[in-house]
């Protein structure tokens, strides 16, 4: 005999994996095995092959790889002997699947054993069929199936039904002809016939509803029949379970029950009295008996409404709840929860007891009980059910906490009556678990807080007292710091003092020393870090007897190793150093945000809507509004080289500005933007004041207060940066501008290639249009012929016309026609252009103009941004 | 379906038999026993003997060293389970003579034997212990 096939018995094999002491000596242990059975099998060895296959199930169990033994599963299939076939059969079972195509070659061992002479081997093929079978064997032993549920032997009609199953799964086509033979195994007397048949026809029922109907004409009446036999059946000691005859068959039967009454008044009907008696009858005092209580309490909830039984269901159902026992108290909470769509009343009769349930030692008690609370939850309770909560949160348990900040702070935004009590239940959540809590809800709250005007003085009050006592949540820190940022001046003077508050204290230093707990707090992210930097640039426009402190504690992180960090500090240092006048205009108070764009975007990617809607849906951006976000868009796209061209620092500017300005805005939107360009830019943009280049001689102030004209795309931002009165379409471009508009407007698509003229700029006054030719041969280049018509009725003199472009562009001015425009459009001024675009069908046109002239001896001045070229210029 | 898995772990987390209703891969295999093991051990006598997991539930009960774990569908009456489980010990008990781990691991073919009798393609097929064990009587004898 071969050294290697004898190889070891079964027995000293288990021996040998249970003392190894180690994974590592367990594998080479199974390594030895596997190779010793390999080589048994290449061998063709016959008489191991049955001590081989229960070896390599054992290995199989332990989680090592034996497809190399599938084959001689199939090889024991196919021999004569009762014992092969056993564990062969066993060993298909355990070892394949029906995604193996191996599988295919056992159909034809199948169909014989399925028709053996021994009916132990039909039993052993029809339990491996309906094990493992797929469509295709489905198909083609599903009539020797349909025969064998009227074989003479009960074993086999019952594995039989069992194996239906599975093929009435697999080929739903095929149900029909098992109707028949179905409903007449209902009336079988042998228990394990009956489970099966009526696991049969349960099943049935679900893929066709034509057996549905049938089973519910013709059997209802017999089922319950036989449901009373069972439940009145003497001592049966076979199927004794507690004093109870087969609870399990019970059981079967009240789900099949349900099924047939479910949506049919006449069955529900006729199936009522004996309802009534199992649930009435049924001893509780022991598991077996609950079980059958629950299963009946499930059919009495599903089945047309009675009202008498359905009280006696809640009533078993509240017995169940205060039961000592917990698996009885879990299955409570879960049938209470699928009650709660037929019976929510009687439901929120026991609201005290499912509230204790959630402080239950359990996890999978106290998980059922929240998820039925939140159902439970309504306009009426919802104060006193989320104070019990958030209570309980303070106490739960570290990795349940989770799921409960969820669940309140879905409720809390649900069915928020008024927003002082959002916002006050919110920051109880965030002081007591804070760290739970997720990015889009404390976003939300910052939506909500920055529309409630009249409580920002109590919002940014108590969360500073907050802060005081729970500093280690971190969501608690980030809006604590936002809204002291924003509210900081609030904070100190006691503005807007509600009643119910107490007076609070709080100097300049100590709103500033809470800001740089906050940033040098070690466990603080980034995201909590730059937050407080924006907050501190704030605070120094708003508490000036502060700056210099603020000035420090910023010019601290200007080493720091995060670059994002870095860069803002330095940033904001120069700010402060260099640009004293613009500053309270850039840290001028963040706009309202928009409460139904956020709510709608959010709802985008989670179904429970944010805010206490205030029911007031703003408009989505308007006509100015729109086109003010897409150049803003392309500007941040193109300029963000290194250090651009002067020519286009307005845009540049701008980019900063909202680099700096919109950062706050962009973390509650759920996308964080950091400001792009490099700081040496920004000292550069900042600087152009002072060196203005001739092209844009726009000086900042300039730009930050420049022209009225609401219909200059670029005015509507500067109206938003420096915004005092915050009106909502202001706000609306700006949260469109965080959602990342493509490059090029949708305008663009209008466009032919053939480079219509388009009108460049429009305003009351004025009018300039453009038209486009190319140099043959040279596609970079684009000859622009710009028009100017006089929309007034005066005359403009000292008409001058200036453009700027990104850096990757190059703009040749030709000297104007005149620079005179006559009134009412009685003659034009044109210039000719010439721009050469180095990305070249990569980035569209682009142009920041400028137009100054004098009408009737005063000086006007009129800017805007051209954005409307066409696209492949 | 019903029954998704049946399962034998000692208290040391080793899988003592496993067999499964639904096609897993191996790794699958390895990490849900690894996960199921871990959430179930850990609980103690009080708690309930249901643990949710994933999108079904597992019903489990402890016999001395050896946890039963069975896993269900939602919709599956976890007492009835719990019930079940006990039948199957009181029937590899009627077999085995006070049945232990070291009865199962060594005698894994014939616990199959018995779990094919009572439990089919995630259904229950026969309730009563002298029905499921006849046919491994009968095959005793002959052998």
């Known amino acids: ?873 | 379906m019903g029954i998704r898995f049946i399962l034998m772990v000692n208290k040391q987390g080793q899988t003592r038999l496993a067999q499964y209703y639904e096609w897993l891969t191996l790794e699958e295999r390895r990490a849900l026993e690894g996960e199921i093991v871990r959430k179930c051990l850990a609980r103690n006598e009080q708690q309930c003997s249901f643990v949710e997991h994933r999108n079904y539930k597992i019903v489990y009960r402890r016999y001395a060293s050896l946890f039963f774990l069975v896993g269900v569908d939602n919709d599956e009456n976890e007492l009835a389970i719990l019930e079940f489980i006990h039948l199957l010990v009181e029937t590899m008990d009627r077999h085995f003579g006070n049945v232990c781990e070291l009865d199962i691991m060594f005698h894994l073919e014939k616990a199959h034997f018995m779990l094919e009798e009572m439990v089919m393609n995630g259904s229950i097929i026969e309730t009563s212990k002298a029905n499921i064990l006849t046919p491994i009587q009968l095959m005793d004898k002959a052998s």
């Open chain 1, 1 to 873: 005999m071969n050294p290697f096939s004898s190889g070891t018995r079964l027995r000293d094999m288990i021996r040998a994996i249970r003392a190894c002491k180690t994974a590592a000596e367990e594998r080479a242990v199974v390594r030895k095995e596997c190779a010793a059975i390999r080589a048994a099998i290449n061998e063709n060895d016959q008489d191991y092959r049955h001590r081989n296959l229960a070896k390599l199930m054992f290995i199989h169990m332990l989680g090592y790889p034996t497809h190399f033994g599938q084959m001689e599963c199939l090889k024991l299939i196919a021999s004569p002997g009762f014992p092969e076939k056993r564990i062969g059969y066993l060993g298909l079972m355990l070892l394949l699947d029906e995604r193996q195509e191996v599988l295919m070659l056992v159909t034809n061992s199948l169909k014989q054993d399925l028709n053996h002479s021994n009916q132990y081997i039909v039993g052993l093929a029809l339990c491996a069929l309906g094990n493992i079978c797929s469509a295709e064997m489905a198909r083609d032993l599903a009539p020797e199936v349909e025969r064998l549920l009227q074989f003479r032997d009960p074993n086999i009609r019952k594995k039989a039904a069992l194996c239906s199953i599975r093929i009435i799964k697999k080929v739903p086509d095929l149900a029909e002809n098992f109707i028949n033979p179905a409903a007449s195994l209902l009336k079988e007397k042998h228990h394990g016939v009956l489970i099966t048949g009526v696991q049969l026809c349960t099943d049935l029922c679900k893929v066709s509803s034509e057996a549905l109907e049938y089973f519910r004409k013709k059997c209802t009446d017999g089922l319950v029949k036989t449901l009373r036999d069972i439940a009145n059946s003497p001592y049966a000691p076979e199927y004794d379970i507690a004093g109870i005859t087969d609870p399990f068959l019970h059981i079967r039967l009240l789900r099949l029950l349900r099924v047939l009454g479910q949506g049919d008044a006449d069955a529900s009907d006729s199936m009522n009295d004996i309802l009534a008696q199992v649930a009435t009858k049924t001893e509780s005092n022991k598991n077996a008996g609950n079980a059958i209580l629950y299963e009946c309490v499930e059919t009495i909830m599903s089945i047309e409404d009675n009202g008498g039984l359905r009280v006696l269901a809640i009533n078993i159902l509240g017995r169940f709840l205060s039961n000592r026992d917990n698996n009885i108290r879990y299955v409570a909470l879960n049938m209470l929860t699928k009650a709660m769509t037929v019976e929510a009343q009687a439901v929120q009769r026991h609201r005290a007891t499912i509230l204790e349930c959630v402080k239950d030692s359990d996890a999978s008690i106290r998980k059922r009980a929240l998820e039925l609370v939140y159902l439970l939850v309504n306009e009426t309770n919802v104060k006193p059910l989320t104070k019990e909560l958030i209570d309980y949160l303070e106490v739960s348990d570290q990795d349940f906490k989770g799921d409960l900040t969820a669940k309140i702070c879905s409720i809390v935004e649900r069915f928020s009556p008024e927003k002082i009590w959002y916002i006050d239940q919110m920051l109880k959540v965030l002081s007591e678990a804070g760290n739970f809590v997720k990015d889009d809800v404390w976003h939300a709250l910052i939506v909500v807080i920055s529309n409630a005007s009249d409580l920002h003085g109590y919002t940014v009050r108590a969360l500073y007292r907050a802060l005081q006592t729970s500093t280690e949540q971190e969501t608690l820190v980030r809006v604590a710091v936002w809204c002291i940022g924003e509210y900081g001046d609030m904070l100190v003077n006691n503005v807007g003092m509600l009643d119910i508050e107490d007076p609070i204290t709080v100097t300049e230093s100590d709103a500033v020393d809470a800001v740089e707990v906050a940033i040098k707090r070690h466990t603080s992210d980034l995201t909590t870090k730059s937050m407080a930097l924006i907050a501190l640039l704030k605070l120094s426009s708003r508490f000036p007897s502060c700056s210099e402190r603020i000035r420090e504690i910023i010019v601290q992180n200007k080493g720091s190793l995060v670059l994002e960090l870095q860069q803002r500090s330095i940033e904001f240092n120069s700010i402060l150093q260099k640009h004293q006048n613009i500053r309270s205009a850039l840290v001028e108070r963040m706009p309202v945000l928009d409460e139904a764009t956020f709510s709608g975007r959010r709802a985008g990617s989670l179904p429970a809507a944010a805010s206490t809607s205030t029911g007031t849906p703003h408009k989505l951006p308007n006509g100015i509004a729109k086109p003010a976000a897409a150049p803003i868009a392309d500007l941040l796209d193109l300029s963000s080289d290194d250090a651009p061209a002067p020519s286009s620092s307005g845009a540049d500017f701008l980019q900063d500005l909202l680099g700096v300005d919109l950062s706050p805005a962009s973390a509650p939107a759920g996308t964080s933007q950091p400001p792009k360009a490099g700081t040496d830019v920004l000292l550069d943009l900042l600087s152009i004041g002072t060196s203005p280049p001739a092209q844009s001689s726009s000086s900042m102030s300039d730009i930050l207060s420049s022209s009225q004209d609401n219909k200059a795309p670029l005015a509507n931002l500067n109206g938003l940066t420096s915004l005092s009165s915050l009106s909502p379409t202001a706000t609306s471009p700006m949260m469109d501008l965080l959602d990342g508009f493509g490059p090029s407007p949708q305008k663009h698509e209008e466009n032919g290639p053939t480079y219509p003229s388009v009108v460049a700029y429009e305003s009351s006054s004025l009018r300039m249009t453009f038209n486009f030719s190319k140099q043959p041969g040279n596609p970079q280049t684009t000859l622009i012929q710009a028009t100017f018509t006089n929309l007034s009725p005066n005359a403009y003199n000292d008409f001058l016309f200036q453009a700027a472009v990104p850096k990757f562009l190059q703009l040749h001015l030709d000297p104007a026609s005149s620079n005179t425009l006559p009134a009412s459009g009685n003659g034009s001024i044109t210039q000719n252009l010439k721009v050469t675009n180095s990305q070249h069908g990569k980035k569209s046109l682009v142009m920041r103009i400028r137009i100054a002239y004098k009408m009737n001896n005063k000086d006007v001045l009129e800017e805007g941004q051209v954005n409307n070229f066409p696209r492949d210029l």
